[in-house]
């Protein structure tokens, strides 16, 4: 484990609104080591999302270096960014992102269309995410017919389904009550003891308390990047 | 990777993503494939009207007959307008000297047409009187399918004897005993002695409906103001053994008819010779150009339709801006964005004109049957239709695929 999951060095972020220059991002440089569980906090504008977007490769920086499991995402086209995306990051949004009118089963299958995999492997594995998740009675369930709760469970069934090495969350209990926000900070937590590298996106302090360290951003900068002290633990389901 | 080892199951996902998006949307989905439809459906009756027209003309020539040259006393304008003030003469005797005098010619069949009323008791039609001799049934192939053609006796004696056609045939003598009946045309009597074999009709023309009697009765005993001098003939069919003799015979029978004629060297032919193969390639030329025309205006409601393909997966694009780009946080290249899109709108041209050439189908059987007009579509027709609609589906749908495609990820993603 001595080389870090993800390293940035100088990273920046400009935008041009009106003329004038922004730094969404400036000049950020972190290491983030496999297996550690992140939250980053921030008021909304202070550059976490974008930052967030940047190391889920989904965005592009405008400067500075990314390095994502030892690959320098600058040198990467696009197609080597997308396979990236398919096989190293699971991405869970605070909207969930499920395609409606789709049951859980294809939706969690999605990810492995793009993996190039056959209808019966990606049907077989999307299956096993979602029983592990709890989900096994839900299989053919569309969005529609699913709790909240349930539906960031098959949105995080889907980020797990290629095995990736890191989960990235925006903000993935903001649409849901406090028992459930519970249910899923304690899943995610569960998969970190299993070895996911885990970064949530979050304004919440108490959500932010279930990780092992938090780094806090304003305007474009960190100004707090240290371990959480008195770390919860979701209660073991 | 194993993706390209699996094109098909591949193409197989992206189907069913266009199905599931084409059923949310399934109105817009319906009106959409109606436009490819109705564009499939009227590029492929025009080929098919077009290909009737030019059997149609086809079957025209044959009843002809073939290896033919016809002969009329009409100046040799080449394609200018005719000019009655010169209008030539033709006579039995050229007729004879023809056959005398051409190499290669097995019979020559003088003729004079008139309109005439045919009628029994109580019943009445105005038909086509062909004045001819037994030649004409050499030269055009025409037989009696009961009774008996002429004779050379029946124009020698200007026989009051009659050929009749089918349909004339049904009109005057629904009972359907024709032969040995007498019926009067413009009030003289005549014995029908046989009933022409049928050669359909072709392009509204009926060829059926017509009588043949001697050409010497005919201008005997029904007025024929168009013949002048008592020898006078409307026109000559002159049958060839082969089609070498015809190309040959046809300079023969121009210079046989100018000399006979003393035509000054450099004045124009005050008649025209007309070979089957000359009338064959100058009416095929024109139902190619009505073909030509058929298919182009067809086209523009294709273009129409393929526009509006264009539309609406724009409309489609733009709708589901955030599934691309959720597609694309999940590890969707953007190639399998684009061809995503474009087997969406391949599969509402490929549904669409499925449709078209059905309803195609239907239509040609239906002008074949009740108008009586050929309309054949070809297994050539109907696949290349199909294939035409999927080209439509990828050129028309190829923009909004690829737009789709060029979107960035986080940029979609965001779009609400």
């Not at chain 2, 050499?138 to 009696?144: D, E, K, M, Y």
């Amino acid at each position: 484990m001595t080389q870090p999951l993800l390293k940035t060095h100088e990273l920046v972020k400009d935008y041009v609104i009106g003329g004038e220059t922004v730094h969404a991002v400036n000049n950020v440089s972190l290491s983030i080591a496999r297996g550690e569980f992140v939250a980053i906090m921030g008021a909304s504008g202070s550059g976490k999302s974008t930052f967030m977007n940047m190391i889920g490769c989904l965005d592009v920086p405008t400067s500075g270096t990314l390095l994502l499991d030892g690959t320098d995402t600058k040198l990467l086209s696009s197609d080597e960014l997308a396979d990236i995306r398919n096989q190293k990051i699971g991405f869970v949004f605070q909207q969930f992102n499920l395609l409606a009118r789709t049951s859980a089963l294809d939706n969690v299958a999605v990810p492995l269309i793009y993996a190039g995999l056959g209808y019966a492997e990606r049907r077989a594995r999307a299956k096993a995410k979602l029983e592990a998740l709890g989900l096994g009675e839900r299989l053919e369930n569309t969005p529609a017919k699913l709790s909240g709760g349930q539906q960031q469970r098959v949105a995080i069934a889907r980020a797990l389904v290629t095995d990736p090495l890191m989960l990235l969350a925006d903000e993935p209990t903001g649409a849901l009550d406090t028992q459930t926000s519970l249910d899923i900070m304690s899943i995610f937590q569960g998969l970190n003891d299993d070895g996911i590298t885990m970064v949530v996106v979050t304004h919440e302090p108490d959500i932010a308390e279930y990780a092992a360290r938090r780094i806090v951003f304003r305007d474009g900068i960190v100004i707090e990047d240290e371990a959480v002290k008195s770390r919860r633990r979701a209660a073991v389901q | 990777m194993s993706r390209f080892l699996n094109p098909i199951a591949d193409w197989g996902v992206n189907v069913a993503i266009a199905m599931t998006a084409l059923r949310t949307n399934l109105m817009r989905s319906i009106l959409t494939t109606l436009g490819v439809m109705i564009g499939v459906f009227s590029v492929i009756l025009a080929v098919a009207v077009g290909n009737g027209a030019q059997v149609s003309v086809t079957q025209q020539i044959a009843t002809l007959g073939s290896n033919m040259a016809i002969v009329v006393p009409e100046p040799d304008n080449g394609d200018g307008p005719p000019r009655p003030a010169e209008r030539g003469r033709l006579t039995e005797r050229d007729a004879k000297a023809v056959e005398r005098q051409v190499p290669g010619v097995n019979a020559v069949a003088p003729q004079i047409r008139n309109g005439v009323q045919v009628a029994t008791a109580g019943r009445s039609v105005s038909t086509l009187a062909i004045g001819a001799t037994p030649a004409y049934g050499i030269v055009s192939n025409i037989t009696a399918s009961e009774g008996r053609f002429l004779t050379d006796s029946d124009v020698s004696s200007a026989a009051r004897v009659a050929v009749i056609g089918e349909t004339v045939a049904n009109r005057i003598f629904p009972e359907g005993i024709a032969v040995g009946q007498t019926m009067r045309i413009n009030r003289v009597p005549f014995v029908v002695i046989g009933i022409l074999e049928g050669k359909g009709s072709n392009l509204g023309n009926d060829n059926d409906d017509q009588i043949i009697v001697p050409i010497s009765t005919l201008r005997q005993r029904l007025s024929t103001a168009a013949a002048q001098g008592p020898d006078d003939i409307q026109l000559m069919f002159v049958g060839f053994d082969d089609e070498e003799a015809l190309t040959a015979g046809q300079k023969e029978i121009k210079s046989l008819l100018r000399a006979r004629y003393r035509v000054a060297k450099g004045s124009v032919n005050p008649f025209t010779v007309r070979t089957t193969t000359e009338i064959a390639e100058a009416t095929g030329t024109v139902t190619q150009i009505f073909q030509a025309v058929l298919v182009a205006i067809a086209s523009i409601s294709l273009l129409v339709g393929g526009i509006g393909i264009m539309n609406i997966m724009l409309v489609s694009v733009t709708e589901r801006t955030r599934e691309i780009g959720l597609r694309m946080a999940l590890g969707a290249k953007r190639r399998d964005i684009r061809n995503q899109f474009l087997v969406e709108a391949a599969v509402l041209c490929i549904i669409g004109g499925a449709m078209g050439l059905t309803l195609a189908l239907l239509a040609a059987f239906a002008f074949q049957s009740i108008a009586d007009f050929p309309a054949p579509i070809g297994w050539d027709t109907a696949l290349m239709s199909v294939a035409f609609s999927a080209v439509i589906g990828l050129v028309f749908g190829g923009y909004p695929a690829i737009r789709a495609s060029r979107l960035s990820p986080i940029e979609a993603l965001r779009s609400e």
